[in-house]
């Protein structure tokens, strides 16, 4: 009798399960996008909410007469300053105008690193305000001083609030790229009990690439040191405008991907924080707010401020809290040390492409036993797979024998149906920490590799490292042993494709990486099917 074909269905239980999972895995995915990113998957709205808005002590008639009135409520007089003034600072490194206004920062400019247009970095800009301003509450707005200028960088603020004087001293340190800032109510009244507030302002950029099958790896969002715990909210994600608050709050920043804006918290009173994001007008704010339970005849109110690249070396010569804003992920444990492993090997090496294939190289050997044991695993349960088919047609109307039968031979082959998949497991949070690194390093930005790589934190403009890649996943996935049927063999062999689009807008480094792992990974499964075949 012909035995009957073994024809491939697309409705095969193997590959049911492998498409239920999938859809299981994208169930989970956007319910975690939709958590993370307000408003994720909605459609934008039209109604704006508005950012919180400075109103101006002097100026305008409605604003002036706004403040006059709260004031009066407060049995208060508030002394104005005769005129706005602005204080220019400039150096090597950063230059910014202090304004009597708020003291807030203008223009606020990076010197030593430039955007893809070539232009000095820019933080804080906005209409809605000015870097590190100061509001307070019983004005609802911001305060204005007399300041004077103590030295380069060194400035000193008053103002009187009827029988309350605030003074203000912020303090550049060039070194560090960092301000000391320190606020004192002297005769305070239940004015201050109100609460007066740090603003960091900053405008959504426009993410390089917007598409689904081409995403950009840009982002930015606001990071939240609170209650012993840390947040991350992304805002160049979000799709509609949202308000947050945080209850006491040390540290809060507003950064993009290699630069931030922060204020760490030193006060006896710890403040909250509000986020708010205004998705049509393209901008976001983060207001620090200090409201103290009880007023004292002299009240002092201390933090630091930093505006720069997200240098760990810099956050921690300033801070060591600082350094939290660089966000390294869930396994951020395995990803710091592999981040100071790899500015090592950058010392030696003088280059960072080549730090990146070095680091690459180490992680690669550390988990080269666990690949030994997969790929053994996987040997073992090709070899008895033949067993396997005769011993379920011969029991398949009594399971527990067949159970029993399949055990017996997996067990005499060496074979463990799980024993290919846990190795690779292991290696996943390695894997994913070395990813945020290479993503995430202000070190790469703007660095050359060799040739037409004149950037490791921009994407390849010619595309060679992600076609590189597809070709060498088409030779992995040859090499490697396998017990899947033809019908799921066939979707297996378009991810080689869908990888490689999806790495086409990645930073190259991080795609260097990834062609760095793969080759690495051919050459180990040759090396091995090599060493079977000759024993």
């Known amino acids: 009798m012909q035995e009957p074909k073994n024809n491939s269905s697309f409705f095969d239980p193997k590959t049911l399960i492998a498409v239920a999972a999938v859809a299981l895995v994208y169930y989970g995915w956007q319910t975690y996008l939709s958590q993370k990113y307000p408003g994720y998957g909605k459609a934008k709205t039209d109604q704006v909410e508005t950012l919180p808005t400075t109103v101006q002590i002097k100026g305008a008639s409605t604003s002036q007469s706004e403040a006059a009135k709260k004031s009066a409520d407060l049995n208060t007089e508030i002394t104005i ?28 400019t990076i010197n030593n690193y430039q955007d893809k247009d070539k232009n000095n970095i820019k933080l804080g800009v906005s209409d809605a305000g000015t870097l590190f301003e100061m ?40 070194e560090k790229s960092a301000f000391e800032n320190t606020v004192t109510f002297s005769g305070a009244n239940d004015s201050v009990k109100q609460g007066f507030s740090l603003v960091m302002p900053e405008l959504i950029h426009t993410s390089g690439s917007t598409s689904f099958l081409f995403p950009s790896y840009e982002h930015q969002d606001f990071f939240i040191s609170h209650s012993g715990k840390n947040e991350t909210v992304n805002f160049s994600g979000a799709t509609e405008n949202f ?11 507003v950064s993009s991907q290699y630069f931030a804006a922060a204020i760490l918290d030193k006060s006896e009173v710890i403040p909250d924080v509000k986020v708010t994001a205004n998705i049509a007008g393209k901008s976001v704010m983060s207001e620090l707010i200090y409201k103290p339970v009880q007023s004292k005849p002299v009240m002092t109110f201390t933090s630091v401020f930093y505006a720069g690249p997200k240098s760990i070396d810099l956050l921690n010569a300033v801070d060591p809290e600082l350094s939290k804003i660089i966000d390294l992920g869930f396994f951020d444990f395995i990803a710091r040390p592999l981040l100071y492993v790899m500015k090592a090997f950058h010392s030696w090496a003088g280059n960072w492409g080549f730090a990146i294939i070095l680091l690459t190289l180490m992680v690669r050997l550390c988990v080269l036993p666990f690949n030994i044991m997969s790929f053994k695993s996987m040997k073992a349960m090709q070899k008895v797979q033949p067993l396997i088919k005769e011993i379920r047609e011969k029991h398949k109307d009594d399971p527990m024998r067949l159970n029993q039968e399949m055990m017996a031979v997996m067990k005499q082959n060496g074979a463990n149906p799980i024993g290919g998949c ?12 070395l990813y945020r690194v290479i993503g995430s390093s202000i070190e790469l930005y703007g660095s050359p590799f060799i040739f037409w790589i004149t950037d490791l934190s921009a994407y390849d403009h010619f595309y060679v490292l992600p076609v590189l890649m597809a070709v060498l996943m088409y030779f992995q996935q040859k090499l490697t042993p396998s017990t899947m049927d033809p019908t799921q063999a066939k979707i297996m062999a ?22 760095v792992s793969t080759l690495f990974g051919i050459t180990q499964q040759w090396l091995i099917m090599r060493e079977k075949k000759t024993a």
């Open 135 to 174: 509001r307070f509450a019983a004005i609802a707005g911001v305060v204005d001083f007399n300041v004077i200028e103590e030295g380069p960088g060194h400035f000193i603020g008053t103002a009187q609030l009827g029988d309350t004087t605030i003074r203000r001293e912020l303090k550049y340190d060039a």
């Open 494 to 515: 378009f991810l080689p494709i869908m990888f490689s689009l999806f790495m086409l807008q990645l930073p190259s480094g991080l795609c260097l990486y990834m062609v």
């Open 243 to 253: 308000s947050q608050e945080f209850p006491h709050t040390t540290l809060v920043s």
């Open 422 to 433: 846990l190795p690779m497991i292991l290696q996943i949070p390695v894997f994913f920490a």
């Open 81 to 108: 300053p005769s005129e706005l003034k602005t204080f220019q600072f400039n150096n090597d490194k950063v230059s910014f105008a202090l304004s009597s206004h708020g003291m807030g920062l203008k223009n606020f």
